[in-house]
């Protein structure tokens, strides 16, 4: 899908002008002034009784609580969990199967009200939410409805009364730590394969973006057996690190940052069990030059969109195109082409649909990025557009909005090397295919890359020899599910989206069965 | 040792050593790990001592002192630190909420880098200059 195909470019056609805010009048959504933990199918209690505020990004104010857990919390959600793993692990692939549907039924039936609910906890643009973190969601629940059903075990005939069965089972509860930039379709990646591979799941959400997942529980809670899902909210290292080294968790999955992937490990190594971690990237987009061969085509229209795309998710995207490598003969026109389009940026209220880029997720994450752009000045790159905090006025002053910013550098600046995680593009030049391939290659991550060409040969050479997990080709961030997605290098293990994360949530039981009368004969 | 007296890669704020020590206060000697990667990465994380294990993959930058009887020390990959070896980092708090494991976040605070290029005197000092010698 593409916002473009789901006309939500214009939002004419979604409803209101601009979206009321969650506790207004007239709103589509409506949070509740205060979240406990989402337990055995039962809002609950922190056990020490703390509750944390929580901010919209929107305006820079609180708009609820959420229940601040400790290791207590996380004791009795894993207790939960094992409770309930013992009938769901019994369960068909046919009844998880109609479940993942019919909750994907059910976040399509309320997508406004959820996709205003996201963007009002996050900051992001209410036409992304509308036309892709919530839509994606709904689909990834039925993707992976759709691979268990048709997935097979097998068997191997090793002789003529000797067969190895292999059996795909369950690993147990499961433990998932998720960010904050996709709250809940990065909780979807990740719960869809662990509940359609039959594990119960202990979910920690961000403490930046708490109460929308539990948003979405109330609306599709009723569908699944109590405790097969649980959602423990509060700070890393009161719950988060208690979720990660907890004895009785079978596997971590985990979204984030590098220091926090090695000690998620560390854990892991403790318990010796499986994780799986997506720690984003530094991901370079590669224009060549036939791309400008003809500046008046559509082709030229969407490479340029491909070029603004790192403002998408407010820049707050792990595969963010944020390292645009343009080929010296076309670099003038196409920077100039792109600036241009940069400029067209409308930034402004999150909840009207007009709105393409809004509030960065949190304050931390604004002063980030300005003190970024400093390093990126100070560096000796040179700004083109942008750099600063935008006030967007009344209300949103206090919200954490960042203009769109285009750096020129060079690819051993600082910021053409570290994850800013905003809405800032550092371009460079480069000679030659060799030299494209150098520079897209010399980053510690290998996440996400974009390959812009109109020859397939360049095109397909390209991808190939760059060192990521994703290689967008004339296009960049689409999420479908069904497609695999996952890191190189430092950017993490596994693939998502996919039957393989089915498989990263299985074990693998063998039978190895002797259909033989007589003995072996050793003994 | 005593030209890292004049001479650090890492530095602290008032405001950070002021956390760092009610910190130490709730959980005991701490230190830095500074991160890289998606979401928070980039940002400082702060962990007890004994949490997160260095080892042979991790460059000690240097250490800072926030007032307490042993300096903190700040830790980065060394794989990472190949791009940040010309940066000077300073350690700074800012309201927020940082995710990770670090240990401010409860406080509603969040340490933050802020950095600059190392001056050429500290350049020089630290080996940059030409291209590293061969170990």
Same mark, same amino acid.
């Given at each position: 899908?593409?916002?473009?195909?789901?006309?939500?470019?214009?939002?004419?056609?979604?409803?209101?002008?601009?979206?009321?805010?969650?506790?207004?009048?007239?709103?589509?959504?409506?949070?509740?002034?205060?979240?406990?933990?989402?337990?055995?199918?039962?809002?609950?209690?922190?056990?020490?009784?703390?509750?944390?505020?929580?901010?919209?990004?929107?305006?820079?104010?609180?708009?609820?609580?959420?229940?601040?857990?400790?290791?207590?919390?996380?004791?009795?959600?894993?207790?939960?969990?094992?409770?309930?793993?013992?009938?769901?692990?019994?369960?068909?692939?046919?009844?998880?199967?109609?479940?993942?549907?019919? @909750?994907? /039924?059910? $976040?399509? +039936?309320?997508?406004?009200?959820?996709?205003?609910?996201?963007?009002? *906890?996050? &900051?992001? #643009?209410?036409?992304?939410?509308?036309?892709?973190?919530?839509?994606?969601?709904?689909?990834?629940?039925?993707?992976?409805?759709?691979?268990?059903?048709?997935?097979?075990?097998?068997?191997?005939?090793?002789?003529?009364?000797?067969?190895?069965?292999?059996?795909?089972?369950?690993?147990?509860?499961?433990?998932?730590?998720?960010?904050?930039?996709?709250?809940?379709?990065?909780?979807?990646?990740?719960?869809?394969?662990?509940?359609?591979?039959?594990?119960?799941?202990?979910?920690?959400?961000?403490?930046?973006?708490?109460?929308?997942?539990?948003?979405?529980?109330?609306? @599709?809670? /009723?569908? $699944?057996? +109590?405790?097969?899902?649980?959602?423990?909210?509060?700070?890393?290292? *009161?719950? &988060?690190? #208690?979720?990660?080294?907890?004895?009785?968790?079978?596997?971590?999955?985990?979204?984030?940052?590098?220091?926090?992937?090695?000690?998620?490990?560390?854990?892991?190594?403790?318990?010796?069990?499986?994780?799986?971690?997506?720690?984003?990237?530094?991901?370079?987009?590669?224009?060549?030059?036939?791309?400008?061969?003809?500046?008046?085509?559509?082709?030229?229209?969407?490479?340029?969109?491909?070029?603004?795309?790192?403002?998408?998710?407010?820049?707050?995207?792990?595969?963010?195109?944020?390292?645009?490598?343009?080929?010296?003969?076309?670099?003038?026109?196409?920077?100039?082409?792109?600036?241009?389009?940069?400029?067209?940026?409308?930034?402004?209220?999150?909840?009207?649909?007009?709105?393409?880029?809004?509030?960065?997720?949190?304050?931390?994450?604004?002063?980030?990025?300005?003190?970024?752009?400093?390093?990126?000045?100070?560096?000796?790159?040179?700004?083109?557009?942008?750099?600063?905090?935008?006030?967007?006025?009344?209300?949103?002053?206090?919200?954490?909005?960042?203009?769109?910013?285009?750096?020129?550098?060079?690819?051993?600046?600082?910021?053409?090397?570290?994850?800013?995680?905003?809405?800032?593009?550092?371009?460079?030049?480069?000679?030659?295919?060799?030299?494209?391939?150098?520079?897209?290659?010399?980053?510690?991550?290998?996440?996400?890359?974009?390959?812009?060409?109109?020859?397939?040969?360049?095109?397909?050479?390209?991808?190939?020899?760059?060192?990521?997990?994703?290689?967008?080709?004339?296009?960049?961030?689409?999420?479908?599910?069904?497609?695999?997605?996952?890191?190189?290098?430092?950017?993490?293990?596994?693939?998502?989206?996919?039957?393989?994360?089915?498989?990263?949530?299985?074990?693998?039981?063998?039978?190895?069965?002797?259909?033989?009368?007589?003995?072996?004969?050793?003994? | 040792?005593?030209?890292?007296?004049?001479?650090?890669?890492?530095?602290?704020?008032?405001?950070?050593?002021?956390?760092?020590?009610?910190?130490?206060?709730?959980?005991?000697?701490?230190?830095?790990?500074?991160?890289?990667?998606?979401?928070?990465?980039?940002?400082?994380?702060?962990?007890?001592?004994?949490?997160?294990?260095?080892?042979?993959?991790?460059?000690?930058?240097?250490?800072?002192?926030?007032?307490?009887?042993?300096?903190?020390?700040?830790?980065?990959?060394?794989?990472?630190?190949?791009?940040?070896?010309?940066?000077?980092?300073?350690?700074?708090?800012?309201?927020?909420?940082?995710?990770?494991?670090?240990?401010?976040?409860?406080?509603?605070?969040?340490?933050?880098?802020?950095?600059?290029?190392?001056?050429?005197?500290?350049?020089?000092?630290?080996?940059?200059?030409?291209?590293?010698?061969?170990?």
């Amino acid at each position: 899908m593409t916002i473009v195909e789901d006309d939500v470019q214009t939002g004419e056609a979604q409803g209101p002008a601009v979206y009321a805010a969650p506790g207004q009048q007239g709103s589509v959504a409506t949070y509740r002034s205060r979240y406990g933990h989402y337990i055995g199918g039962e809002v609950v209690d922190p056990v020490k009784g703390q509750y944390f505020e929580n901010i919209t990004p929107v305006t820079g104010k609180p708009f609820c609580e959420v229940g601040r857990g400790t290791s207590e919390d996380i004791d009795r959600a894993v207790e939960t969990a094992w409770k309930a793993f013992e009938s769901w692990k019994h369960t068909s692939p046919t009844e998880r199967a109609n479940i993942l549907n019919r @909750i994907a /039924d059910r $976040i399509e +039936a309320n997508l406004e009200q959820i996709a205003v609910a996201e963007t009002w *906890e996050n &900051g992001k #643009p209410v036409r992304e939410t509308l036309a892709a973190d919530i839509p994606l969601a709904a689909d990834h629940f039925r993707y992976f409805a759709g691979v268990l059903r048709a997935q097979e075990g097998s068997l191997s005939q090793l002789d003529g009364d000797t067969v190895a069965y292999h059996f795909h089972e369950p690993l147990g509860v499961v433990g998932q730590i998720i960010p904050w930039n996709f709250p809940i379709l990065m909780a979807t990646w990740k719960l869809a394969p662990a509940l359609a591979a039959g594990n119960c799941v202990v979910l920690k959400p961000a403490e930046q973006t708490p109460a929308s997942i539990l948003l979405l529980m109330e609306l @599709i809670g /009723d569908l $699944i057996p +109590a405790g097969v899902v649980n959602v423990v909210n509060g700070f890393g290292i *009161e719950a &988060g690190a #208690p979720l990660a080294q907890h004895p009785r968790i079978r596997k971590v999955a985990f979204t984030g940052e590098t220091t926090t992937g090695r000690l998620i490990m560390q854990y892991a190594s403790q318990n010796l069990i499986p994780v799986t971690l997506e720690l984003g990237g530094k991901s370079p987009n590669v224009f060549f030059e036939d791309v400008a061969r003809d500046t008046g085509d559509s082709y030229y229209d969407k490479a340029l969109e491909g070029f603004t795309l790192f403002a998408l998710n407010n820049g707050e995207v792990c595969t963010c195109p944020s390292r645009a490598l343009i080929q010296g003969s076309i670099y003038d026109q196409l920077l100039g082409d792109g600036l241009e389009r940069v400029g067209k940026i409308t930034q402004g209220n999150p909840l009207d649909p007009t709105t393409m880029i809004g509030a960065q997720a949190s304050n931390d994450q604004l002063e980030k990025i300005l003190s970024y752009i400093d390093i990126g000045k100070e560096g000796g790159a040179k700004l083109l557009t942008g750099g600063e905090r935008v006030d967007l006025g009344g209300e949103l002053s206090g919200g954490y909005y960042v203009a769109p910013t285009v750096f020129e550098g060079t690819n051993d600046m600082r910021i053409f090397q570290e994850e800013i995680f905003g809405p800032v593009l550092s371009v460079t030049r480069f000679t030659d295919f060799d030299d494209a391939i150098s520079i897209a290659n010399d980053t510690l991550y290998g996440l996400g890359a974009g390959v812009w060409s109109r020859s397939g040969d360049i095109a397909y050479r390209a991808g190939r020899a760059i060192e990521a997990g994703r290689v967008w080709t004339n296009t960049y961030h689409q999420y479908p599910a069904h497609a695999a997605f996952g890191g190189y290098k430092q950017s993490g293990i596994g693939r998502e989206n996919h039957l393989k994360m089915l498989e990263h949530y299985q074990q693998t039981k063998n039978l190895l069965v002797s259909y033989a009368e007589g003995p072996m004969g050793f003994f | 040792m005593t030209a890292s007296v004049t001479h650090s890669r890492v530095a602290i704020t008032d405001d950070a050593a002021a956390m760092v020590r009610q910190l130490t206060a709730q959980h005991g000697p701490l230190m830095f790990h500074q991160s890289g990667g998606c979401c928070d990465g980039s940002s400082p994380m702060c962990f007890p001592l004994g949490m997160f294990i260095t080892g042979p993959g991790d460059v000690l930058l240097g250490t800072v002192d926030a007032g307490l009887d042993d300096p903190i020390e700040v830790y980065m990959s060394a794989a990472q630190f190949e791009y940040w070896k010309f940066t000077h980092l300073t350690i700074d708090i800012v309201t927020g909420r940082g995710a990770g494991f670090s240990v401010e976040a409860p406080t509603g605070m969040r340490f933050l880098i802020r950095s600059r290029m190392l001056t050429d005197d500290e350049v020089e000092h630290f080996g940059l200059l030409t291209p590293p010698a061969v170990a």
